[in-house]
């Protein structure tokens, strides 16, 4: 999908347009002002409190419109920054929260985070369907680990190319359960500004610029972990 141009000329824009307006009100007040004084009644002039009361409530106004201008002048460049953001992404690989992962090139990849040292853990792959196709057991050491899987099921025979889910379960010496968090980790290839928040297509799945929670240069492999190393 093709990425949305990023400037800033629409926000300069927008500033002028609310100086104009601003200024195009003030003039027409004067002039109401003017032609009030004008026309007054000689003999019951405007009154100098009521008079003074219409100059505050008007710089009350004015005060108001020239904050909302500029208020949305900042929120256009504020949108325009963020999907200049968004766009620095392509290219990058990308660590964020969530489960799924692209089998592709003989390989998907998933990051993990144990809460604790895991003494049991059991890894859990499943197909599109929903099928189990690859289990294996093993321990984790505390912390951040990454899993690589090679696409070879339980059964010993290549699984096809698709998106596949992990979940990793596992417990302590004392066998209680320790929480153990993943994420997907793919090159982003595009950006979808269609939607109320950016969207990276990382591989075949949409991923929220906001579940993002790594992001580094493709040429800096991480280190690989697999349960039970």
Not at 14 to 24: K, W
Not at 153 to 173: F, M
Request: glycine share 10%; no cysteine.
């Amino acid at each position: 999908m093709a990425v949305d141009g990023v400037s800033s000329s629409s926000s300069s824009s927008a500033v002028s347009s609310a100086r104009s307006t601003i200024a195009g009100n003030f003039d027409t007040f004067l002039s109401i002002l003017t032609t009030q004084l004008k026309n007054q009644n000689p003999l019951d002039p405007l009154d100098t409190n009521q008079f003074t009361a219409q100059l505050v409530q008007f710089s009350g106004v004015e005060q108001q419109l020239k904050t909302n201008e500029f208020l949305e002048a900042l929120l256009l460049n504020t949108q325009t920054s963020y999907r200049a953001d968004a766009v620095s992404y392509i290219g990058k690989e990308v660590t964020a929260s969530g489960e799924t992962a692209e089998l592709k090139d003989g390989g998907a990849y998933w990051a993990y985070n144990a809460a604790t040292s895991v003494a049991n853990a059991t890894v859990t792959i499943k197909d599109a369907s929903g099928q189990v196709v690859y289990t294996e057991s093993g321990s984790l050491n505390a912390g951040p680990g990454n899993f690589l899987w090679d696409g070879m099921g339980s059964d010993g025979n290549k699984k096809p190319d698709g998106v596949y889910t992990i979940s990793i379960k596992g417990t302590n010496l004392a066998g209680n359960e320790v929480k153990v968090s993943t994420s997907s980790v793919g090159v982003v290839t595009a950006v979808d500004f269609s939607g109320a928040e950016p969207m990276l297509t990382v591989g075949k799945n949409k991923v929220a610029l906001s579940d993002v929670t790594s992001i580094r240069q493709v040429n800096t492999p991480p280190a690989e972990e697999k349960a039970g190393s």
